[in-house]
């Protein structure tokens, strides 16, 4: 057997000789979609995104932020995190774009271009934070399959568009609608053009709600590519695979959507608690329909050195379902005291709020600093992994940064 | 085969290597020498918390052994090896997500090929016990300039 251990060092023909392994296979990937071909630790750029962006997974593009890079009011569009279930549409007209409202409960089908979208109902702008269902899912144990996010599948932009209730309420909604769903034109995967990548959707209620928009705009300019362009959804305080992106569809439906990853244990927890590496059948599973309280710190960056009579400033920010945070407090003693930080109110429901405290340090040492949010209907994030679940969702445990305090 | 398809198969793999010698190029001039030895130091790191005294192949970040080539052929067409290699199962666990794949995601059958590739996703990426929360862990410290 060919070893290849550290070839990029010996030969460039090796290299070839490597990546040739498969040819014909490798033909379908050379569309220009995603480079390099196979070459997994190379440094992969994404387009329109910051090489600081950690890449879980380049195919389908999965990246997330750093802690101390989410630190800004409303995160860039270039280090907002990408959860990629398929393969971006390549080209995109934005001019040619329509999006097609149906369903067996809507009372009529009507298709409008992003410009009549625009003319026909008013625009709002709100700042909504958008956290992958399974952001912290490499905490659990046992391990849960799928992308092994840290703590960076979560930002908070300002989306511009139209309240999709406006749009669902200019087609008609029909008296048993109870739940919408999307879809995108994104590719699945395997390059079948039959199959749908991801079709989500949210409860009739949820779609209903003056919060819930249809964007083109992403903190005053056009959706990243990568982030949906030039169409999406945004729902807050669900997971954001609700949030259908490259959308050219919306179905209302009479009963809980049955589009790809509704069913089965995609994007649902144990109707029941579990123990740990419980096996629990799919029809005990329900779909998740709110996102926890949460918190990050953005300031300082973890691995911090201080000295000892160096006060060090701390921020973050802190987000929920509920209508809003009530509390954050932090602990520099592994949970025995908890003090209050000063906590900022929000733009609007469901965007994040910051948080600020000063934190002394009376001796030398190896310290860390948690964080934990409390929300207006009096949950709070714990200290350790919060319930086990199959699929790793939901994990909202307080964040940690290490610091150390030299004499 | 013809004669004809033939030559036009020659000449498409002719094109596809030259793609990917110029591709190689451009990334080996791209890569610092800083980058690679960073790269390396991780890949190491990554054998080592594995626990096993694993070569790894620089391409794809895999751990190499006799059903590296199968796992390679089979599994990375379609997704990422970062998909392999960020993910922890037991070998049940393994053969679980081989099955959600065919079933929802157009894996191919895997025939006599699945055992193998199942072992070595089994030996390579098993869980390990990381209790309820672990250690803070890889910390790069720094100096905090004071404001």
């Not at chain 1, 398929?86 to 040619?96: C, Y």
């Not at chain 1, 097609?100 to 979208?117: C, M, N, P, Q």
């Not at chain 1, 905490?139 to 840290?150: D, I, L, M, R």
């Not at chain 1, 705009?217 to 259908?244: I, K, T, W």
């Amino acid at each position: 057997m060919v070893r290849r251990r550290k070839f990029i060092k010996k030969s460039v023909l090796t290299s070839i000789t490597a990546a040739i392994g498969i040819p014909i296979v490798y033909g379908r990937f050379l569309r220009g979609e995603i480079l390099p071909i196979g070459l997994e630790n190379s440094q992969i750029t994404l387009p329109g995104k910051s090489a600081e962006l950690i890449v879980l997974n380049d195919r389908p593009i999965n990246a997330e932020t750093p802690p101390h890079l989410l630190n800004d009011k409303l995160t860039p569009n270039d280090l907002f995190f990408v959860r990629n279930n398929g393969l971006p549409p390549s080209r995109v007209d934005a001019e040619n774009w329509t999006l097609t409202i149906g369903g067996e409960s809507a009372r009529a089908e009507k298709t409008f271009s992003i410009a009549e979208l625009k003319s026909k109902f008013k625009t709002y702008s709100l700042d909504i934070t958008l956290e992958c269902g399974g952001n912290g899912r490499s905490e659990f144990n046992p391990p849960a399959k799928g992308n092994q996010w840290s703590t960076g599948a979560v930002g908070c932009a300002k989306w511009t568009g139209v309240r999709l209730s406006d749009v669902l309420m200019e087609v008609g909604v029909k008296e048993d609608a109870m739940y919408i769903g999307y879809y995108g034109a994104d590719l699945h995967v395997s390059g079948d053009k039959t199959k749908n990548t991801i079709s989500r959707g949210v409860p009739i209620k949820k779609a209903l709600s003056n919060d819930s928009l249809i964007a083109w705009q992403m903190n005053g300019e056009d959706l990243p590519a990568l982030n949906g362009y030039p169409l999406r959804l945004v729902f807050g305080g669900y997971p954001a695979s609700c949030s259908g992106k490259w959308l050219n569809k919306i179905v209302i439906r009479n009963k809980v959507h049955d589009g790809a990853k509704m069913g089965g244990q995609s994007y649902r927890v144990p109707c029941k608690t579990v123990a740990p590496g419980e096996k629990v059948k799919d029809e005990d599973m329900c779909i998740i329909e709110e996102m926890p309280v949460k918190s990050l710190i953005t300031y300082p960056k973890t691995g911090a050195t201080i000295k000892a009579n160096q006060k060090m400033p701390i921020s973050g920010k802190a987000w929920t379902a509920a209508k809003k945070i009530n509390k954050v407090e932090y602990s520099i003693d592994f949970g025995m005291n908890w003090k209050s930080c000063s906590l900022g109110a929000a733009a609007n429901q469901f965007a994040w709020q910051q948080f600020d405290a000063d934190v002394s340090f009376d001796k030398p040492g190896y310290y860390e600093v948690w964080a934990r949010a409390t929300d207006s209907n009096g949950k709070t994030q714990p200290i350790i992994l919060p319930g086990w679940n199959p699929k790793g969702y939901l994990n909202n445990a307080c964040h940690r940064i290490a610091v150390k305090v030299e004499a | 085969m013809t004669d004809q398809m033939q030559s036009f198969a020659n000449k498409l793999v002719v094109v596809q290597l030259l793609v990917l010698f110029f591709l190689s190029i451009a990334i080996h001039s791209a890569c610092t020498d800083d980058n690679k030895r960073e790269s390396d130091k991780q890949l190491e790191d990554k054998a080592s918390a594995i626990g096993i005294a694993t070569e790894i192949d620089t391409l794809t970040g895999m751990a190499l052994d006799e059903n590296f080539e199968l796992v390679r052929a089979n599994c990375i067409t379609c997704h990422s090896a970062k998909l392999i290699t960020q993910n922890r199962a037991t070998r049940e666990g393994w053969k679980g997500m081989l099955d959600w794949m065919r079933e929802t995601q157009n894996l191919h059958d895997l025939g006599e090929n699945e055992g193998p590739i199942l072992d070595y996703l089994a030996k390579h990426y098993s869980p390990e016990n990381k209790g309820r929360r672990a250690n803070l862990e890889d910390i790069e410290w720094y100096e905090l300039e004071s404001e």
